[in-house]
T-cell receptor
Framework: DAGITQSPRHKVTETGTPVTLRCHQT?????MYWYRQDPGHGLRLIHY???????DKGEVSDGYSVSRSKTEDFLLTLESATSSQTSVYFC??????????FGEGSWLTVV | QKEVEQNSGPLSVPEGAIASLNCTYS??????FFWYRQYSGKSPELIMF????GDKEDGRFTAQLNKASQYVSLLIRDSQPSDSATYLC????????????FGKGTTLSVSS
């Protein structure tokens, strides 16, 4: 158990509404990530963080923003949700070197 | 664009057989290689990692790395129906901190 909690686990929202997904870790790890997983595309990196207030873009960052005001929390925000953002979102942390562990996932449906 | 390629499958093997899962990667600078297992509706879980050329064994699992050929594989011996899952290959990105780049996964089905 990597001590990662994602919330909400499931959400249905309407197109154009803002959505924030939260990732909480209990063990003070420096690196945190948000990935999305879609059929035919696999896991793709959205944003990552290497410390408090230190974040950077990943492969598919358009339409997403992130914030990390505390070591333990990494927030992913969809400013105006679109149907193309319907996906499963996984938060992850890096514990030793490149070894990444995932949270349980957040299933988001945009209707 | 750095890529990790896997055959999507499904790969079907009978119970007790050896399942062989393969992965190729495009970035010769990649140093770290990982195999994850993902059951339907669940998050990926780490099975093994390998950094050096050759074989690395852990129980029924063996990871094999050939950097010259840019090839990494996972062998599962004595396959069990509980091994039926999607297997994801991942390599370090070198550009996004310690993030990993993932292949799309190979679905393994083990029949009893």
């Amino acid at each position: 158990d990597a001590g990662i909690t994602q919330s909400p686990r499931h959400k249905v929202t309407e197109t154009g509404t803002p959505v924030t997904l939260r990732c909480h870790q209990t063990e003070n790890h420096r690196y945190m990530y948000w990935y999305r997983q879609d059929p035919g595309h696999g896991l793709r990196l959205i944003h990552y963080s290497y410390g408090v207030k230190d974040t950077d873009k990943g492969e598919v960052s358009d339409g997403y923003s992130v914030s990390r005001s505390k070591t333990e929390d990494f927030l992913l925000t969809l400013e105006s949700a679109t149907s193309s953002q319907t996906s499963v979102y996984f938060c992850a942390i890096s514990i030793q070197g490149n070894t990444i562990y995932f949270g349980e996932g957040s299933w988001l449906t945009v209707v | 664009q750095k890529e990790v390629e896997q055959n999507s499958g499904p790969l079907s093997v009978p119970e007790g057989a050896i399942a062989s899962l393969n992965c190729t990667y495009s970035d010769r600078g990649s140093q770290s290689f990982f195999w994850y297992r993902q059951y339907s509706g669940k998050s990926p879980e780490l099975i093994m990692f390998i950094y050096s050329n050759g074989d690395k064994e852990d129980g029924r699992f063996t990871a094999q790395l050939n950097k010259a050929s840019q090839y990494v594989s996972l062998l599962i011996r004595d396959s069990q129906p509980s091994d039926s899952a999607t297997y994801l290959c991942a390599v370090n990105s070198n550009q996004a901190g310690t993030a990993l780049i993932f292949g799309k996964g190979t679905t393994l089905s083990v029949s009893s």
